[in-house]
């Protein structure tokens, strides 16, 4: 005679046995730690700049955070040139800058940042044509390690060509000083023709008095004659 049937062995992990509820609970917790986003820093840069051959440029890199700034925030500047050879390091900050110590831009980069102000600008002084190319802003702030990469590319030029802009700024001040010498012009024609008005009417008065002075001369000439 057969012993009785065992009852079947749950293949279920330990975790899902038990009431409905929690098994829908837990499955929804692993749901949403999958869906949940990675905390990540976000770094913000200009698409494009331009600099006069010689001068010096501030780069513009600024960072949003999930996380309060880090003792242990670290910001990499790296440069590709346009021949898309391989990157160079420009600039490091960790607790304090670190300048390049060697390369195209030793003595030549400057920290200008502020990453209490989540700012990681730098200084690119003496420019020059070999520097045109992709400059890259990367900072991460422990826990964030992963997130943007600022993208800037470089153009060194001769000489600053006028936008639009300094156009109109230029047709602004031009009309601004046609309008002064405008109102000037007509207040001094006004001055001038007041001026000439009260001219006329002293030679007028003048004129006026003479006469009446000949009159009265000429009837004292009379009077004798006529007694």
């Not at 920290?111 to 520097?131: E, H, K, M, R």
């Not at 422990?142 to 060194?156: K, N, Q, S």
């Not at 047709?171 to 007509?186: P, Q, R």
Request: aromatic content about 8%; glycine content about 4%.
């Amino acid at each position: 005679m057969l012993g009785a049937a065992q009852p079947a062995q749950s293949n279920l992990p330990l975790p899902m046995r038990g009431p409905s509820w929690l098994r829908a609970l837990l499955f929804l917790a692993l749901q949403l730690r999958a869906l949940w986003p990675a905390a990540a820093v976000e770094v913000y840069t200009a698409k494009e700049v331009k600099a006069v051959n010689g001068t010096k440029l501030r780069l513009k890199c600024t960072f949003s955070s999930t996380s309060p700034i880090s003792p242990n925030l670290a910001v990499t500047w790296n440069f590709q040139p346009e021949d898309l050879s391989s990157h160079e390091p420009v600039f490091r900050y960790l607790k304090e800058p670190y300048e390049p110590p060697a390369g195209r831009f030793k003595q030549r980069v400057t920290w200008d940042g502020n990453v209490q102000q989540y700012d990681a600008s730098i200084i690119i002084w003496n420019l020059q044509p070999t520097d045109n190319g992709t400059f890259t802003c990367q900072v991460n702030n422990p826990p964030d390690f992963y997130g943007t990469i600022g993208e800037v590319r470089l153009r060194v030029v001769q000489k600053v060509y006028f936008s639009e802009i300094h156009f109109l700024a230029v047709a602004i001040g031009s009309a601004c000083v046609l309008m002064i010498v405008v109102v000037t012009a007509v207040i001094l024609c006004r001055h001038r023709r007041k001026r000439a008005e009260e001219r006329g009417i002293e030679v007028a008065d003048t004129e006026l008095t003479e006469k009446e002075n000949l009159k009265v001369r000429e009837e004292k000439e009379a009077a004798p004659l006529e007694e």
